[in-house]
């Protein structure tokens, strides 16, 4: 498998920009939104700067924890979306 196209990878940075905004604005610590998410405080700062990978599972708990409406949850969808077109035209 290629790496990862820097596009892909922004996007990936913007996501975990956008959670952490909404993390912040909830008024949650990285440590409280991981119990939330059923995962550690290690794995939500790396998601935040876009060097760790989450499922969709993930971003429906933050989404939902973080009162995001939807946003974040549409955009990992985006995300997803992106980088299956970008594994179909790599084959």
Known sequence: M????ESIAELRQALGSQLATFRLAADLTQ??????AF?????????EKGRARADERFWRSVDEAVQADGVLL??????EA????H?????
């Open 31 to 36: 440590g409280q939104l991981a119990r939330l």
């Open 39 to 47: 995962c550690d405080r290690t794995t939500v700062n790396h998601i």
């Open 2 to 5: 290629s790496r990862e196209p």
């Open 74 to 79: 549409t955009a990992f969808i985006e995300l």
């Open 87 to 91: 594994q179909h035209r790599e084959r």
């Open 82 to 85: 992106v980088k299956a077109q």
